[in-house]
């Protein structure tokens, strides 16, 4: 790694990804087993790309959740095993499966499951490193193995997108800006917009439909308003269409144009007394792909890993990111276009039957009419239609187990601002139930039995109480 790398990665971070590039190049066959998400498929991509180029065989296999259920999907075979983008809190899933200390290597970033066995983990989190996801940690390593894996760098970039690393902050921070955001700019492959608009869609929407769409923040005529959207446009004398009648995207009008709506906007969110820190963000735009295509930013290219994992394709996901523009993004175009519909159909769903309200948290139960795979997507999407005051609470059914519950809970930043931590709730409260679960303070899941729903809710709403009260009458 570069200099720059080990002045910022001290206190035995950059130690721990120098030893597993080294472990990793000692070893003779490989399997990877990574989470099905955005950032597990990116993550995937990246490891199995510099193990491949380092000339060691290496397979992968997907999971959507390291648990049980899906241990019989590790190859019981005699090849080193990484696990990514999970397995920090499954050690002693791990562990209850003879996996012994020199048959495994963790790449992860969620809190870490206290184990008996010492199981070799190059991990962020305990260092400090909160706003980096597993496809950053991956990175470091390939990097570590082979300078020459800088190419790899705006696949990293997607993947700490993806996992929502850049919401909070209004862009990366840290070591994933430091040197990853970095190595993509010197790379050529990534190019950054210190100021850019806080806003999703803007290599493919019309530019009335990425403001109507975008509520963070909020602004009042314009969020959820495409039909206002348009005249706000209108009035400022923005040129909206091409000379064909095709809708303009954001990237395709002017620098001026872009400068008129952004103050426009502003002025907007003052006038009603709204703060204006979240208008403006860090973008990260990819110029060696197609325009007009969600392969263009990092947001949009995370949506379409994120619907093939989704819909139990990561593997057209991560042959996306190895190059492949001809079969595997066709047949992402057709899943993201399913992915998008579904969702729009849960968030009607979960709009029209409402939730349920307790003191500190809002939940509802959708049975088995939406895959588990995107609840906590609709979840997050229906919060602003909702009170985005209360985190959410979703349970559906898990297709292969009636007798067993997924959770998904999302929340807001100014949320967790207050002392609200989803996944310590979501962890201490399926835990109790003999259920397990993690995630992130804003977004965390979990599996629970089915005869304890009722109760998981009412002990999930008491953490929180007990998390707001914790914080102090300031973070209320």
């Given amino acids: 790694m570069c200099m720059k790398s080990l002045i910022i990665c001290r206190m035995g971070f950059c130690d721990d990804v120098n030893a597993a590039a080294e472990t990793i190049a000692a070893e003779e066959n490989i399997t990877i087993i990574s989470h099905i998400d955005a950032d597990g498929i990116a993550a995937e991509a990246i490891l199995s790309q510099a193990i491949a180029r380092a000339e ?3 397979q992968s296999v997907f999971v959507r959740q390291l648990e049980p259920l899906t241990m019989n999907q590790v190859p019981a075979d005699k090849s080193y095993k990484i696990f990514v983008d999970l397995g920090a809190g499954q050690q002693n899933l791990l562990e209850a499966h003879g996996f012994s200390e020199n048959d495994i290597l963790i790449v992860d970033h969620h809190v870490s499951q206290p184990c008996t066995r010492h199981y070799r983990q190059v991990n962020c989190l305990p260092y400090g490193h909160v706003k980096m ?9 390939a990097k570590a193995m082979d300078t020459a894996n800088t190419d790899l760098a705006k696949t990293a970039i997607i993947g700490n997108v993806g996992d929502m690393m850049a ?7 840290g070591l994933v800006r430091d040197i990853i955001v970095e190595d993509g700019v010197k790379h050529r492959n990534v190019e950054v917009r210190r100021r850019d608009l806080n806003c999703y869609g803007t290599a493919t929407r019309p530019v009335h439909l990425s403001l109507a769409y975008n509520d963070d923040p909020f602004i009042w005529g314009i969020s959820n308003n495409p039909e206002g959207a348009k005249q706000f446009l209108r009035r400022l004398g ?3 269409q091409a000379p064909d009648g095709r809708w303009l995207v954001w990237e395709e009008i002017t620098v001026e144009d872009r400068r008129t709506i952004i103050s426009a906007l502003a002025e907007q969110l003052i006038a009603h007394g709204e703060p204006v820190e979240r208008l403006l963000a860090e973008t990260y735009h990819f110029p060696d792909e197609p325009v007009r295509t969600p392969l263009r930013n990092a947001q949009e290219y995370a949506t379409v890993l994120n619907a093939c994992g989704r819909w139990a394709r990561p593997q057209v996901g991560g042959a996306i990111l190895r190059g492949d523009r001809a079969s595997a993004y066709r047949e992402a175009e057709h899943m993201l276009k399913n992915h998008r519909a579904i969702i729009r159909d ?4 979960i709009i029209d039957k409402g939730v349920t309200e307790l003191e500190c948290v809002q939940y509802i139960h959708v049975g088995a009419k939406y895959p588990d795979t995107i609840v906590g997507i ?3 999407m229906a919060l602003s239609k909702l009170n985005s005051a209360k985190p959410i609470l979703i349970m559906c059914t898990v297709p292969e187990d009636p007798n067993l519950t997924k959770i998904s809970m999302r929340t807001t930043e100014r949320v967790v601002s207050r002392g609200i931590d989803l996944q310590q709730a979501v962890s201490n409260a399926s835990a109790e139930y003999g259920g397990g679960g993690g995630g992130h303070k804003i977004a965390a899941g979990a599996y629970i039995p089915k005869c304890a729903e009722q109760e998981f809710v009412i002990r999930v709403n008491k953490i929180l109480k007990e998390q707001s009260g914790a914080a102090g009458p300031d973070h209320r």
Avoid: D, F, H, N
């Avoid at 996801?133 to 390593?141: C, D, K, T």
């Avoid at 919401?167 to 921070?173: A, F, K, P």
């Avoid at 849960?346 to 769903?349: A, D, E, N």
């Fill in 56 to 58: 060691i065989p290496v």
């Fill in 133 to 141: 996801s597993a496809a950053g940690v991956a990175y470091l390593i």
């Fill in 167 to 173: 919401r909070e902050t209004c862009g990366l921070v």
């Fill in 238 to 240: 923005i040129r909206q």
């Fill in 346 to 349: 849960l968030l009607g769903y």
């Fill in 378 to 380: 609709g979840a997050g």
